[in-house]
């Protein structure tokens, strides 16, 4: 069964920077393309970006777009989101996910407040 857990979320100043990780096991993360999504309060889900296996390719949510940035350490089985430039609407519960299925981790809280 598929686990990804989360990580390094928190309560950040607009205009700051968190970096999201997420560490992944019971599947073969290399192979894998990977996402990250995010729930505001009261919102659906809203995608936010997705790396291809090996890192080559990635793509962004134009509302993070050069702002946000994907990576992965296959050899640590683990993703990560680095996010700079943060505005309170990027406040929201955010989940990394196995592109492709259904399965996503518990979810970290950013919270952007001043």
């Known amino acids: 069964q598929v686990q990804l857990v989360e990580s390094g979320g928190g309560l950040v100043q607009p205009g700051g920077s968190l970096r999201l990780s997420c560490a992944a096991s019971r599947f073969t993360f290399s192979s894998n393309a990977m996402s990250w999504v995010r729930q505001a309060p009261g919102k659906g889900l809203e995608w936010v970006s997705t790396?291809?296996?090996?890192?080559?390719?990635?793509r962004y949510a134009d509302s993070v777009k050069g702002r946000f940035i994907i990576s992965r350490d296959n050899a640590k089985n683990t993703l990560y989101l680095q996010m700079n430039s943060l505005k309170p609407e990027d406040t929201a519960v955010y989940y990394c996910?196995?592109?492709?299925?259904?399965?996503r981790g518990q979810g970290t809280r950013v919270t952007v407040s001043s």
């Open positions: 790396i291809s296996s090996v890192g080559g390719f990635t």
């Open positions: 996910a196995l592109t492709g299925t259904s399965s």
